[in-house]
T-cell receptor
């Protein structure tokens, strides 16, 4: 059974810092991995989707990497802004299995 | 493009009562998902529809939960009777792909319905 963990559970940083969020999964036989953002009282917004054949994806100030063999993914946020404050979740999809989400990392970027 | 719509946004009921949630996916999206998100946890998939057929309902507590997607568009999720542990946010999502469980398309989420069972 796939299990997904995220470290840290919460993170508070001053504006302008670069930061890394971590996601680990137990079963490396995945089809893809996706990073989402969730704002309070709202649904999830997809940030980046990495197919199993890919090593990383970039969108603006966000860069996500995937290392299937070690069961890890990282989300790198450059030059953080207060508007980046949200909960960030990763989700993995295995072959023949549906998305399994991690519990999320709650990020606060202080002005 | 209009997003995924859900209603109601909030619902408070007593245990053993019934409740229903409604979801309208993005127009043209073949796949629809219902998730349950308990406070402090990531969403857990309850059921996935491909058009109006069920692809996966392995984590749906079928003794009390039911869902349908008539005509392959809107969907309703029902809980009868509700228990205290059903208190959660119920999220609906949709994606474009029509290829069953091979998913490469992004899921778009609605704002969710926050259910409180007293």
């Amino acid at each position: 059974k796939q299990e997904v963990t995220q470290i840290p559970a919460a993170l508070s940083v001053p504006e302008g810092e670069n930061l890394v969020l971590n996601c680990s999964f137990t079963d490396s036989a995945i089809y893809n991995l996706q990073w989402f953002r969730q704002d309070p009282g709202k649904g999830l917004t997809s940030l980046l989707l990495i197919q199993s054949s890919q090593r990383e994806q970039t969108s603006g100030r966000l860069n996500a990497s995937l290392d299937k063999s070690s069961g890890r993914s990282t989300l790198y946020i450059a030059a953080s802004q207060p508007g980046d404050s949200a909960t960030y979740l990763c989700a993995v999809e295995g072959y023949g299995q549906n998305f399994v989400f991690g519990p999320g990392t709650r990020l606060s970027v202080l002005p | 493009e209009a997003g995924v719509a859900q209603s109601p946004r909030y619902k408070i009921i007593e245990k053993r009562q019934s409740v229903a949630f409604w979801c309208n996916p993005i127009s043209g999206h073949a796949t629809l998902y219902w998730y349950q998100q308990i406070l402090g946890q990531g969403p857990k998939l309850l059921i996935q529809f491909q058009n109006n057929g069920v692809v996966d309902d392995s984590q749906l507590p079928k003794d009390r939960f039911s869902a349908e997607r008539l005509k392959g568009v809107d969907s309703t999720l029902k809980i009868q009777p509700a228990k205290l542990e059903d208190s959660a946010v119920y999220l609906c999502a949709s994606s474009l792909d029509g290829r069953g469980r091979v998913r490469t398309d992004t899921q778009y989420f609605g704002p969710g319905t926050r259910l409180t069972v007293l």
